[in-house]
C-alpha cells in the first residue's frame, strides 16, 4: 500500500505533485542499487542482468503511475491502451531507442509520461508531475493526443490508420536510425496500415527500419477489437500474409502465475518472480525485433497483453475516464497506491531515462533537428508569351518537379491513378516509377522518385510524412480522388503550424478538375475538395492556389518551393488552355491574392471575382457581353485567396514560420471595387469566402452545384449555371 511520504524536503524536485509513494519495493536493495544505464552510456549492458531487467519493470509501473495520474488530475483522457504496451515502451527506452511514433493518439498521456521521465518536458516549462498535471489538456500544453508542438515526439496522433506514414517516412530519410511505431488492434481494422506497408515494402525492400508494433490488448474504444478472436497462429500468419518476414510475438499469458482468466491477462497481477520473468521476455523479444527491422528484415513486433493492465480498469472500461474519475475515487487511488514508487526508485528510472538513447529525446530524436536538403539553384522555368494558346499547365509544373527530382535525390512524387493522367507524364520519365519490374515503356524500375499505390491515403500519407519529417515532396492527384487521402494531409498540416522548427511545406498538385471529366459524370467531379481548403485557410498556414495558366503555375510551384511549415495545394487544368498573365503578374498575386487580367471601362463596372483557369472561360466572354451595352467589367484571377482575407480573419500569428500577408484594405478596394462584383468558381463557393467577406458592393456567386456526364466542360459548367449569358444577366440585375 502505498502513501505520501511525511516530507517534500528529500523528494528530487521532478517528483512534486506525485500523490502517493511506496515505503518499500521488493528486491530494490539488491537491483536498485545503481542505474543500469551508467553515466556517460546509452543504453543498458545486459538483457538478462537482473538489475536491467528490474529497473525495466520499474519503469513500466512509472509508466502506468503518470499516465493515471495525470489523466485523473482532469478526470479525463486515456490511460488504458498504453498501460497495455507500457512494458515495450519501457524496454525500448532501456535499449536506447528513442524515435518511438505512434498510431494511436489516445496514448497521448502515456507518451507525455515517457518524454517527462526523460526530461523532455523541460524543453517546455514542464519539470515537475504537478506541472504535468496541470498542463494537461490545457491550450499551450499537453494535448489531449498527440501534436506536432510536444518536445521529444516524433509525429501527432488523432485519427487512425496514420502513424505507419510517420515511421515510413522515417526510415527512408534515417536508414541509419530505428523507427518503432505502436499500432492498437483497434486501429488494425483501419485498411490503410497494411495495404501502405505492403505497397512500401514493394517500393523500398531495403528500407526496413521501422518496426510496427502491435499493441495487441484484445479491446477497443467501446467493446472487444475487432482481431479479439484471433489465435496467435492466425496473428501470426496475417503479418506474414501482408509481407512481414519476421514477426515476433510475446503473449503475456505464457508467463501468468496468477492464474488469470481468457486469452488476454494482466502482466501486474503476477507474483513478482513472474513479472521479472516477463519483463526480461519483453526486453528479449523487443531487442530480437529491432535487431531484425535494422538487419534489412522486415519485422513486426506483437506484445499480447491486456488493455488496461496496472490501472484503474481492464478492458475497454479502461480506455478513458469519465466526469469524477480523479484519485478520489477508490478504483484510481487504489491503481495508483498499487503502482507507486518510492522516491529512490522515482530518480532511477529518471536517470535511466535521461541517459537512454544519449540524452532526452527532445535532444535526439530525428525530428528535433531541421533535416539537410540540398540546394536547388536555378529553377528551369519557362515563360510562355501572353496570348500563346493551348498550352498545358500542369505538364509545364511537371518538367520543374523532374528538375527538382535530379537536385533531391530524396525527393518524392507520389500519385495513385497516375501521372500521364494528370498531364505530367514528364515526372514519370525523368524520375522513373518505383517498380519491381523495369520496363521502358513504362518509365518504371526498382530506382525510383514516383511513388504509385493505387491509394490515395498512403500517397498522402508519404508525401506529407516526408515532408514533416523535412524532406521534399510533391502529392498528384486527381481533384476528384484526393478527399481519400487529406486527414492524413490534415493532421501533418496542423502540426507544422506548431513545429518548433521549420521544415519544407508540404505541397499538392490536384488536377483534373470537375469541369474537365465530362464524360466520366459525377464519380469524377467532387470538388467539393475545396470546401476543405478554404476551412483550413482560417488555420494561417494553408494556401490553396489557383494558377490561371501555364506561366501562373510554374510561379505558384517556384513560390511554394520557397515556403516552410505550410500546406500549398496547387489546382490546375491538364487541358491546353490559352496564356494570359506573365510570371511577374502572378509573383504579385502570391504576394497580393489576385491580379487583374482584363479591365474595360464603361459607364459602370462589373468585377467578375474568378477562381480557376477554366472558368476565365465565360468570363471573358460576359465582359465582351457587357462590353455591347456600354458596361465596364473587371476580370480578377484569384491565385491565392488566403491573402484575401482581413488579418484577424485567421490565426496566423499562431503559426510556426508565419506567414502575416494579406492584402490591404486600398489594395482590395483598387482590385475588387466596382458597382457590382460576381464570383466565379468551377469548385466550391467557399472559395470565395474572403472576396465576398470585404466586397460592400452587390454581389453574388456562380459556383459547382453537383456533377453530371456532359459532352465537354463548357457542358458542365452550363449544367452549374456558369454560362457567359447567365453571368451577363446576373450582372444587369445587379446594376440595376
Known amino acids: 500500500m502505498g502513501s505520501a511520504p511525511e516530507t517534500t524536503a528529500t523528494l528530487p524536485k521532478f517528483c512534486q505533485g506525485i500523490q502517493f509513494f511506496s515505503q518499500t519495493l521488493p528486491e530494490f536493495d539488491r537491483f536498485g542499487k545503481e542505474a543500469a544505464i551508467p553515466e556517460g552510456k546509452t543504453t543498458i549492458a545486459s538483457l538478462t542482468d537482473k538489475s536491467a531487467i528490474y529497473q525495466t519493470l520499474l519503469a513500466a509501473d512509472a509508466l502506468r503511475y503518470l499516465t493515471l495520474q495525470i489523466t485523473s488530475s482532469k478526470a479525463s483522457g486515456h490511460p488504458g491502451g498504453f498501460a497495455s504496451i507500457a ?14 511514433i505512434t498510431e494511436v493518439g489516445h496514448h497521448a498521456p502515456g507518451f507525455y509520461s515517457n518524454v517527462f521521465l526523460d526530461r523532455s518536458l523541460e524543453e517546455m516549462g514542464v519539470e515537475t508531475v504537478q506541472q504535468m498535471r ?23 496522433a488523432g485519427p487512425l490508420g496514420q502513424g505507419q506514414h510517420f515511421a515510413m517516412a522515417g526510415a527512408k530519410l534515417h536508414p541509419d536510425k530505428l523507427f518503432p511505431v505502436t499500432i492498437g488492434d483497434g486501429g488494425l481494422g483501419e485498411p490503410y496500415i497494411m495495404s501502405s506497408f505492403g505497397h512500401f515494402n514493394t517500393a523500398y525492400p531495403q528500407v526496413t527500419n521501422f518496426l510496427p508494433i502491435l499493441v495487441w490488448n484484445g479491446f477497443s474504444q467501446e467493446h472487444h477489437s475487432m482481431v479479439s478472436t484471433k489465435t496467435n497462429e492466425e496473428i501470426v500468419a496475417y503479418w506474414k500474409g501482408n509481407g512481414f518476414a519476421e514477426v515476433v510475438l510475446l503473449d503475456a499469458k505464457d508467463y501468468d502465475d496468477a492464474n488469470q482468466p481468457g486469452d488476454y491477462v494482466d502482466s501486474t497481477r503476477f507474483s513478482f518472480e513472474g513479472r521479472m520473468a516477463f519483463t526480461q521476455a519483453v526486453l528479449e523479444a523487443t531487442d530480437k525485433a529491432a535487431k531484425s527491422a535494422l538487419g534489412g528484415t522486415l519485422t513486426v513486433l506483437v506484445v499480447k497483453q491486456l488493455k488496461g493492465a496496472g490501472v484503474h480498469k481492464r478492458g475497454a472500461q479502461s480506455h478513458n475516464l469519465y466526469a469524477g474519475d480523479t484519485s478520489e475515487k477508490d478504483y484510481i487511488r487504489k491503481a495508483l497506491e498499487e503502482r507507486s514508487l518510492t522516491p529512490e526508485a522515482w530518480q532511477l528510472v529518471r536517470d535511466n531515462f535521461a541517459r537512454a538513447g ?20 536555378t529553377l528551369p522555368l519557362e515563360e510562355f508569351p501572353v496570348g500563346e494558346d493551348k498550352t498545358v499547365a500542369t505538364t509545364a509544373m511537371g518538367a520543374i518537379a523532374a528538375y527538382v527530382g535530379k537536385q533531391d535525390p530524396n ?29 521502358e515503356t513504362y518509365y518504371q524500375q526498382p530506382q525510383g522518385q514516383v511513388y504509385e499505390p493505387l491509394s490515395e491515403d498512403a500517397c498522402a500519407g508519404l508525401a506529407a510524412a516526408q515532408a514533416l519529417f523535412g524532406g521534399r515532396s510533391l502529392w498528384c492527384s486527381y481533384e476528384s480522388f ?12 496542423q502540426a507544422m503550424a506548431e513545429l518548433r522548427r521549420s521544415t519544407p511545406s508540404t505541397v499538392t498538385l490536384f488536377t483534373a478538375g470537375a469541369l474537365e471529366q465530362g464524360r466520366n459524370g459525377w464519380t469524377h467531379q467532387r470538388p467539393e475538395i475545396e470546401n476543405y481548403f478554404a476551412a483550413m485557410m482560417r ?34 487544368s491538364k487541358s491546353p488552355l490559352p496564356v494570359r498573365t506573365t510570371f511577374a503578374q502572378t509573383r504579385q498575386a502570391l504576394a497580393d491574392g489576385a491580379v487583374v487580367l482584363q479591365e474595360i471601362p464603361g459607364d459602370k463596372t462589373v468585377v467578375f471575382a474568378v477562381v480557376g483557369d477554366m472558368t476565365l472561360i465565360p468570363a471573358y466572354e460576359a465582359a465582351g457581353q457587357l462590353h455591347e451595352r456600354g458596361i465596364g467589367s473587371r476580370i480578377v484571377s484569384t491565385i491565392n485567396p488566403r491573402r484575401l482575407y482581413r488579418s484577424s480573419d485567421t490565426a496566423w500569428d499562431t503559426c510556426s514560420q508565419a506567414d502575416g500577408g494579406f492584402l490591404s484594405d486600398a489594395g482590395f478596394e483598387a482590385m475588387f471595387g466596382g458597382d457590382a462584383l460576381i464570383g466565379v468558381t468551377g469548385g466550391a463557393s467557399a472559395m470565395l469566402e474572403p472576396v465576398m467577406l470585404r466586397s460592400t458592393v452587390k454581389r453574388d456567386t456562380f459556383a459547382w452545384k453537383r456533377g453530371d456526364t456532359a459532352a465537354s466542360a463548357a457542358l458542365v459548367m452550363k449544367m452549374n449555371g456558369i454560362t457567359a449569358e447567365n453571368l451577363t444577366a446576373r450582372a444587369m440585375e445587379l446594376l440595376s
Open 411 to 439: 525527393f518524392v512524387v507520389t500519385n495513385a491513378d497516375g501521372n500521364a493522367a494528370s498531364g505530367v507524364n514528364n515526372i514519370n520519365v525523368a524520375l522513373k516509377i518505383i517498380h519491381p519490374t523495369t520496363d
Open 87 to 100: 512494458d515495450c515502451i519501457a524496454a525500448l527506452m532501456m535499449l536506447g531507442y528513442k524515435n518511438i
Open 482 to 493: 484526393a478527399i481519400n487521402g487529406l486527414p492524413i494531409w490534415q493532421t501533418v498540416t
Open 358 to 377: 544519449g540524452g532526452p529525446a527532445a535532444k535526439t530524436a530525428v525530428t528535433e533537428f531541421e533535416y539537410s536538403i540540398p540546394e536547388l539553384g
Open 134 to 156: 496541470d498542463r494537461f489538456r490545457e491550450t499551450h500544453g499537453l494535448l489531449g493526443h498527440l501534436s506536432g508542438q510536444i518536445p521529444g515526439l516524433l509525429n501527432p
Open 539 to 572: 488555420n494561417g498556414n494553408v494556401f490553396p492556389l489557383f494558377p490561371c495558366d501555364a506561366n501562373s503555375i510554374q510561379a505558384c510551384y517556384e513560390w511554394a518551393l520557397g515556403t516552410q511549415n505550410k500546406g500549398v495545394t496547387i489546382t490546375a
